[in-house]
């Protein structure tokens, strides 16, 4: 690990976390810059593990600490009860947020939009629905980072170790989430210029709710084991309403499918690995 950053205030930490899964989204986005078109057999396997990668990360990364943390507190409640508890929380933030934010999936008609009515355009409620569920990914990593400061953590170096390794998953999977916004934006006809910009815009959001993330644990520590259930239910209503429908919905489930099995085991391995 390097000197500088561990030395470094854990919500300073999650920023540059979060930073760094912007860039690696816009990396992503960028490829619309290059070429016109992609496969699609080759984006709904990259899709695919994306949805592999947040599934391990929210299992090894976020909740098997959760509960290991409650194990290691005095409470009246099951180690698992923060875990149950804040994974429900997770995934019920994202479902009313799915209510009431106008947006639009990825190959979907203008009919089938959500949230609350609006006159705004096509290409700006497919931004917000991949806005909307990249909150989740920078809370996790603000999560992660901000139990470097918890009074219950025992072990910072290999929590350190942790947190790197789940930004370093999320920024794996953010590629092909900047492609995957900025391809179709561009197949719409949208320019090359502005299909990479709104692209990388989707993503700006994930600093911004590290940060958030890593003070909410900073500050009250006893939520820390119920914080990281949350972001874990959070990313696991994003895999489950987003990613996985998406990179089925063509005619190349089986590849979709066993890129999410490739993207489960590599996260799993730098998981258990780099911690």
């Not at 106008?102 to 006159?119: F, K, N």
Request: hydrophobic share 60%; net charge negative; no cysteine.
């Amino acid at each position: 690990m390097i000197d500088w950053f561990r030395d470094l205030d854990p919500v300073a930490q999650a920023a540059l976390a979060g930073g760094f899964t912007w860039f690696v989204t816009a990396l992503g986005a960028a490829i619309v810059l290059l070429i016109g078109r992609m496969s699609q057999r080759l984006l709904d396997t990259m899709l695919g593990f994306a949805a592999g990668v947040m599934i391990a990360a929210s299992v090894w990364s976020l909740l098997i600490p959760s509960i290991e943390l409650a194990e290691e507190t005095d409470s009246w409640a099951p180690a698992w009860i923060p875990a149950a508890a804040g994974v429900l929380l997770g995934a019920a933030f994202l479902r009313v947020a799915d209510q009431f934010m106008p947006h639009l999936h990825l190959g979907q008609p203008m009919s089938e939009r959500e949230g609350v009515e609006t006159a705004w355009r096509r290409t700006t409620l497919l931004i917000l629905a991949i806005t909307l569920h990249n909150i989740p990914e920078g809370l996790a990593v603000g999560v992660a980072f901000g139990a470097l400061a918890s009074t219950v953590e025992v072990d910072n170096g290999a929590t350190l170790a942790g947190a790197v390794t789940l930004a370093l998953g999320i920024g794996m999977q953010n590629f092909p989430e900047g492609l995957a916004v900025a391809m179709p934006l561009r197949r719409e006809g949208v320019s090359r210029f502005k299909s990479f910009w709104y692209g990388q815009l989707s993503a700006v959001v994930e600093p911004v709710a590290a940060v958030l993330g890593a003070l909410a644990v900073v500050v009250v520590s006893p939520i820390l084991p119920y914080a990281l259930a949350f972001a874990a239910g959070a990313m696991l209503y994003v895999v489950i309403e987003q990613l996985i429908p998406e990179s089925q919905a063509g005619n190349h489930t089986d590849l979709a499918t066993l890129g999410t099995m490739l993207g489960f085991v590599v996260m799993m391995a730098l998981d258990v690995a780099l911690a």
